[in-house]
Nanobody, 122 residues
């Protein structure tokens, strides 16, 4: 698998929006499950969204359903995570990830991006 590179993190107030991007290699984009995970210091990494870019269901964590939406640009091998109505509890380091196996939020990635920080203030 190739490297993953996230961008788009930042700081917003409650109710604001951010869009994260994840650039992947063509091989990763076509062969593996992909998605986003997040981690708060002192807590386990949490699956936010998982799916197979070449088709199939998209799985969201209950905590983000209705607020976060994943999309993709196949020509650019890039994922996007549109995050709306952000809450302070969404504050975390967000990672793009790729893995084999089940393409839901319980997936076990073996390829991680460096992460991008999202901070939501009240």
């Amino acid at each position: 698998q190739g490297q993953l590179a996230e961008s788009g993190g930042g700081s917003v107030q409650t109710g604001g929006s951010l869009t994260l991007s994840c650039a992947a290699s063509a091989d990763t984009f076509s062969r593996y499950c992909m998605g986003w995970f997040r981690q708060v210091p002192g807590k386990e990494r949490e699956g936010v969204v998982g799916f197979y870019p070449r088709g199939g269901a998209v799985y969201y964590a209950d905590s983000v359903k209705g607020r976060f939406t994943v999309s993709q640009d196949n020509a650019k091998n890039t994922l996007y995570l549109q995050m709306n109505n952000l809450k302070p509890e969404d504050t975390a380091l967000y990672y793009c990830a790729a893995w084999s196996g089940t393409c839901d939020t319980t997936g076990k990635p073996n390829n991680w991006g460096p992460g991008t920080q999202v901070t939501v203030s009240s």
